[in-house]
């Protein structure tokens, strides 16, 4: 697998394409025998918005997920943020506190109030002091607009609830990079509004983004380019606009009009 | 839905929370539920207050009105009672006290015991009990307290040096079941993540030890460690027949801790370890600080039957020679003044065992209470 990963033509110096924050050639990944990322190539600048969207199986949330290596790719090369992801495991987790992640399944640690949920890996990673990390903590509560919960307990929340904690805790740990994986599938629908007016108000503020959604008027409202991925490969990648107005591949527009059409 | 006169029309937005109906709260409500709700519960009750009536009264009288305190020997006992057997001869567990609980420990060392008892408690509360002044002291008290005992009961270092085989009755119950127990459990635990762990050498020999273990009776093991073990030792060393014991239960115990604690980890949603992950969290950290305390509670009912279990298999060391409460208080029973009194006996060592595992029982339950976050992942 090294042979493949560390022969990179790009090389692993931060200032060579400098906006350029994630950048990924020719990648494939493999669960056994199947074949689920195929020849990947995608680059992504320094506070751009990137939604990514497909029927279900398609890679979309695999894709995502070899950025911070939950996934391991087998082939092809993935630099973030200038490192690349080796078998390395000292370079795995500073690109993993540098890239923050949102899940479909909020995974907020039910077992910790909400404020330790939030501070743990500033403390224990980021070794801030206590004190410091708490205030910190408050801050992004507020920016998710529930400070007042930060004394419960994930299981006390609503589902709207939990997800913003979830956003809060990544966004502690200052991430260049945010993942969101299906972040409102699990949602119910009154909930949905609240949890996508934080992620527009993060994309305001200038944060690079990759979304996994089939939130369409959010990919309207904050998306640079829309990426369409079918059977492991990216189909077609466009501005939004132009996305849903003008889908070129016959793939693109079935998806379009099976999700569009209620 | 018809409208009764008792339930008016509201409307909508005004309804009121209404008491629940009648007859199904309170004592009434209790004993209309469970005792009389049919037939059959009606001709069981009955028969329950029926055994109780004819069990009870003839129990309470052998136990307590009956039963004979104080006496130099049985036959005093039965020459104090209206029949011989009509009540306990409790005078035998009285007089045979001391020798239950300290074995043959040298009498003028007992205060030694009597402080390891005492520390012991310390240990216990201090360690388990959740707001307590200096709780980092009180954890690492508890943790030295393994070694602190060691000294008090074995001496050396400034305290005449007492032999093992001096330890016996509930002492040596006590040394041989709190030891499996303590050490057991952080041994598990490093056997269940090396069961789990990417390492195919490690994983190889976490499973081959604790199902070799877990396939082999507790006794065998003990055999081999009474009679096999010195044929694998170095000769002329001499290795202490007690450590050998409190080894072998260790590891016996540890076995099964480690599938107690394995069963806690693979119940937790692999969101758990995909979140500590993605927040950077070392292995190390992210088992600390996230899957193991949600592992561990999820495991707590499995973790602490397996004490008890350990607890009462402690017993078994009778097997090899060694006198616990149960081997000493047999021995007792070969006692030309106290013979045939293994009621008596039999009653004394349940319920010292009861007590010990009911209070252990207890806590796990108490603590599952505390933990309960009101959420599974």
Known sequence: MNQETTASPVGSRPNESDSKI?????????????????????????????VICGPSGSGKSTLIRCINRLEEHQQGSIIVDGTELTQDLKNIEIIRSEVGMVFQQFNLFPHLTVLDNVTLAPIWVRKLPRAEAEEQAMQYLERVKIPEQASKYPGQLSGGQQQRVAIARSLCMNPRIMLFDEPTSALDPEMIKEVLDVMIELAESGMTM????????????????????????????????????????????????????H | MSQTPANPRYTPGTHPDLPPPR??????????????????????????IWLLWTILPPSIHWLFTGAIWTAADRKECWALMDAPRDGACWAFIRGSFELFVYGWYPEPERWRVNLTFVLFIAAIVGGLRENIPGKKYWLIFAAAYPFIA?????????LEPVGTNKLGGILL??????????????????????????????????????????????????????????????????????MRVLIMVTLFASAYIAEVVRGGLQGLSGGQYEAADALGLSYWKAHRLVILPQALKISIPGIVNTFIGSFKDSTLVLIIGMMDILGLGRARLNDPDWLGLAPELYIFIALFFFISCFAMSRYSLNLEKKLQTGHKS
């Open chain 1, 22 to 50: 994630i950048s990924i050639k020719s990648m494939h990944k493999w669960f056994g025998d199947f074949h689920v990322l195929k020849d990947i190539n995608l680059e992504v600048a320094k506070s751009e918005k990137i």
């Open chain 1, 210 to 261: 990759l979304v996994v959604t089939h939130e369409m008027g959010f990919a309207t409202a904050v998306a640079d380019r829309v990426i369409f991925m079918d059977e492991g490969e990216i189909i077609e990648e466009k501005p939004p606009k132009e996305f849903f107005e003008n889908p070129e591949h016959d793939r693109t527009k079935l998806f379009l009009s099976q999700i569009l059409h």
């Open chain 2, 23 to 48: 007859r199904t709260t309170g004592v009434l409500g209790w004993v209309r539920m469970n005792l009389l709700s049919s037939p059959l519960n009606v001709a069981l009750t009955l028969l329950s």
């Open chain 2, 150 to 158: 060691a000294w008090l009961l074995l001496g050396g270092f400034g």
């Open chain 2, 173 to 242: 119950t006590l040394v041989v079941a709190v030891t499996g127990i303590s050490f057991s459990l952080p041994l598990g635990i490093a056997l269940a993540l090396g069961r789990r762990s990417n390492l195919p050498a490690l994983r190889a020999v976490c499973v081959i030890f604790i199902e070799f273990i877990r396939g082999v009776p507790l006794i065998t093991l003990l055999f081999v460690a009474s009679t096999m073990l010195t044929y694998f030792l170095p000769p002329g060393s001499t290795f202490d027949l007690l």
